[in-house]
């Protein structure tokens, strides 16, 4: 076993356990479907004395990230997502040609080309060989590596420190936490600031979010958690935004401890009294999470075995990571949804991990006129339900899992 990524602790208790599931994102060839895939166990894990909830590393980040199926150029929320806060970080951090931004975790330069369009110098850091040359192909200069101390020292060397450093969705995909964010300290000039989002552990337990485990989120993430690591490395968060993406993220920002320009907002205990009164410093708050996710695969299953009993043919949308849990740990497979669909090329073709199940082009529901459509990227279901409206004038219907079934 090892010990707390936080803490050091070996005091840790299983919260929820998904059983065995392969890597979410290692979709298979047609080829590789007379291969056998390696299952992982999933069980998530809370720290008895800080409070960390975390997975157990099975699967090195050299076998999960270096080749990646994820662009985030794809989803044209997200894309808006990235292009609002570019906006709104150039005002208020006063951002120009004579500061540089370094974005960890860049991945095809999504955020960073909003920086670069407004004549910001960037730099990007993103280890998956594939997403990182669609990168550098679109003109944002980029590292392909990990971000650590090393690549953090050869910056400072090269005299790279960094004005605005932009770390999204990366923090609960690090094994090495204090090794990441003593590098973030490294490399931040003294009057620089960093910002970091991550899903927050609050909504993910409240909503039963437990879709969002997988092998890949090595940690999930309270406020005070957070707090307690970066001040191991000499830094403060200083201000905290509470946002809709992924389910319920927070949007921390962080300065150097002796940087006094940075007062600690109000928002910041606010959010925290919100962890304390919920009771998330107390192991009772974690309890209830395997029997929620349990009812949530057995009201599914109920469903879809009625749906398929009446006649009624079920596919997915979205062939997202957090599908892959739902998909392994309920055990569909064709039986019950017949095909997925997904916008993105690199998955067409291809099939879900574990469950096999074959990924079209959206084009499909139109052609095939199913009766449901499970979205599986819950997060992203207005933008869904919105593209694929079309349904509806066959009768056909929408179908989300998570936080409880929901037919609409
Ligand atoms: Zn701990």
Known sequence: MSPCRCCGSFNLLEVLSLGVSPLANSYLTPEELQNPEPFYPLDLKLCADCYMAQLEVCVSPNEIFTEY??????????????????????????????????????????????????????LGIEPATNVAAAAIEKGIPTVTAFWNLELADTLVQQDKKADFIVANNVLAHVPDLHGFVEALSRVMKPEGIATLEFPHLY?????????TIYHEHYSYFSLFVVCRVFAAHGLKVFDVEELSTHGGSLRIYVALDRNSRYEISPRVNRVLQKERDAGMMTSAYYRDFAKKASKVKRDLLTFLIDAKEKGKRCVG??????????????????????????????????????????????????EGKPDYVLILPWNLREEIEEQMGHIRKWGGRFLTAIPKLTVF
């Open 317 to 366: 949308y979205g062939a997202a990571a957090k599908g892959n849990t739902l998909l392994n740990y309920c055990g569909i497979r064709t039986d019950f949804i017949e095909y997925v669909v997904d916008r993105s090329i690199a998955k067409q073709g291809k099939f879900t991990p574990g469950t096999r199940i074959p990924i079209f082009s959206p084009e499909r529901i139109a």
């Open 69 to 122: 199926a994820y662009f985030s150029s794809w989803s044209t929320s997200w894309l808006e997502h990235a292009r609002q806060f570019a906006e709104k970080t150039i005002a208020q951090f006063a951002l120009n040609q004579n500061t540089r931004v370094i974005e960890i975790a860049s991945n095809d330069g999504y955020l960073l080309q909003y920086f670069k369009e407004r004549g910001i110098p960037v």
């Open 203 to 211: 909504q993910m337990i409240n909503q039963c979010q437990f879709d």
